[in-house]
């Protein structure tokens, strides 16, 4: 059995080859792609969970500051400094006082005409 290499068995033989090569191509780059819409879905997934983490932390965020704004409405409400607080005892100590003093001059105005 001889193998003849004319002019059409040469062509088929090419023709054969880049068609192997051609389908090995072919394979390799649909691997390829393949491979690449896993990275994108993953990348896209990823990227999904940090968005909806930053929304969470946007809502978190933004209940922080409303939490801290209704604190300092309320703060002067509820807190007195203490400056104003000793100023206010002082005020109603000097009333006191001075009501004592009143009492004590009646008690002596009433005991002096007996």
């Known amino acids: 059995m001889t193998l003849e290499l004319n002019e059409g068995n040469l062509i088929a033989i090419s023709v054969a080859f880049i068609g192997a ?3 090995l191509l072919k394979v390799f ?3 390829h792609e393949k491979a690449l819409e896993a990275r994108f879905k993953t990348l896209n997934e990823g990227m999904q969970s940090i968005k ?3 929304d969470n932390e946007r809502e978190n ?4 500051e409303r939490e801290l704004m209704q604190f300092k409405a309320e703060l002067p409400r509820d807190y007195v400094r203490r400056e104003d607080f000793i100023r206010a005892v002082g ?6 006082d001075n ?3 009143r ?3 009646a008690v ?3 005991g002096g005409e007996a």
């Not at 965020?61 to 922080?64: A, Q």
């Not at 005020?91 to 006191?96: A, L």
């Open 21 to 23: 090569q051609w389908a």
């Open 29 to 31: 780059a649909i691997q």
């Open 52 to 54: 909806s983490r930053q």
């Open 61 to 64: 965020t933004l209940r922080i």
């Open 91 to 96: 005020t109603i100590e000097t009333k006191i």
């Open 99 to 101: 009501m004592a003093l």
């Open 103 to 105: 009492v004590e001059r």
């Open 108 to 110: 002596l105005s009433k």
